[in-house]
């Protein structure tokens, strides 16, 4: 698969989402089977694997998703980059000394579950812990010196956040959400990345499947540990309302011989040169498809073609994160 850059780190240009593996999307599979899907994503040119240490059933435990993605990947692993992140609050600061003992405390343990030495990118998951950002880059730019990690990045973070932290020490990635219907990373965070070098990752870049068309006001979601029974666009109203969105993605998908997921997914790829997305699956023959999503091209008329087509979609609902 072709490669991208975050920062000065190499990945394929589409990773994998693995927190359905254990939390998210309803029941979790067999882990057999969830290891044997991560090795077929690597097998099929996938190197950029993304966990937290909060993926857990119910993320009533810590560290579910860690383990599966550290088995699945221990023997291919100096030919991977594994991204994680932790959460960080100001008690457990206070508790272990210093920022830089909470995080390597974190980092640790991540590390451990990973069954690697070196964690490749390490993202702090909120910024809502309570802990200034300037100290937790400091901590962040000692672990990439230790040589415990190799880069560092934030998650669902404004271009204020971005810009302090990366004053202190330069940021590799972003994780946002970013899909073709939540869009607000186009205004400032993208245009800020490009040009500081940062590589953006969208989360949920197929808006929790909507955008693969294979969700339709019939469908019901999964009543345990389901984050789509809590997202507005997934509403059956606004499912109703985004309609022409699935439409036009159709209509792409036919002429393209290709699916609506990997439309999504090309577009976003098409558009901007630092954007590797993260779709999720839990399932191996559509984490095979997503990644296929590499193979499909736009002409750059055909993509402008697509963009005005989106510009003059209403986008209904949001997917339930601050905006
Ligand atoms: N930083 C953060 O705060 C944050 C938040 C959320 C997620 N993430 C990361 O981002 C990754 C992806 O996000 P996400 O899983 O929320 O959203 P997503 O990739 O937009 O969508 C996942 C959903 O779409 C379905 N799907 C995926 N590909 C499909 C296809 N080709 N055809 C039909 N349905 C398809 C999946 O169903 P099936 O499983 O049935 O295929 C699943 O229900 C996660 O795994 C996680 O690593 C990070």
Not at 19 to 37: C, R
Not at 148 to 159: A, E, T
Not at 254 to 267: G, P, V, Y
Request: net charge negative; aromatic share 8%; glycine share 8%.
């Amino acid at each position: 698969m072709k490669t991208r850059k975050l920062g000065e780190i190499t990945v394929s240009e589409i990773g994998m989402g693995c927190m359905a593996f254990s939390h998210g999307y309803g029941k979790i599979p067999p882990e057999q089977y969830s290891i044997e899907a991560i090795q077929n994503a690597y097998q099929h040119g996938c190197t950029f694997f993304d966990t937290a240490e909060v993926y857990s059933p119910n993320l009533a435990g810590i560290g579910h998703n860690e383990r599966i993605v550290g088995k699945a990947l221990h023997n291919v692993r100096e030919h991977t980059v594994l991204a994680t992140k932790l959460f960080l609050n100001s008690s457990e600061v206070r508790a272990d000394g210093s920022v830089y003992k909470a995080v390597r405390r974190h980092l640790e343990s991540s590390m451990e579950r990973l069954q690697t030495d070196i964690i490749d990118l390490y993202y702090l998951h909120r910024t809502s812990g309570g802990v200034r950002i300037e100290d937790i880059a400091e901590a962040m730019g000692i672990l990439i010196q230790d040589g415990m990690i190799r880069g560092w990045g934030l998650s669902q973070v404004d271009v204020d956040i971005i810009d302090r932290a990366h004053q202190i020490v330069s940021l590799s990635a972003v994780q946002n959400i970013y899909s073709m219907v939540e869009r607000d990373v186009e205004k400032e965070v993208i245009p800020y990345c490009i040009s500081h070098n940062i590589g953006v990752v969208p989360f949920s870049p197929i808006a929790s499947g909507l955008l693969s068309g294979k969700i339709t006001t019939e469908t019901m979601f999964e009543r345990n540990d389901d984050v789509r029974n809590w997202v507005p666009q997934l509403s059956r109203e606004n499912i109703a309302g985004n309609q022409p969105i699935i439409d036009l993605l159709q209509q792409f998908a036919d002429m393209k011989d290709s699916t609506s997921a990997q439309i999504s997914l090309t577009w976003m790829l098409h558009k901007y040169p630092n954007v590797v997305p993260i779709p999720g699956s839990k399932n191996k023959e559509r984490i095979i498809e997503n990644l296929n999503a590499s193979e499909v091209t736009l002409t750059e008329e055909e993509f402008r073609s697509l963009e005005e087509s989106l510009n003059k979609c209403r986008v209904y609902g949001h997917r339930g994160f601050n905006r």
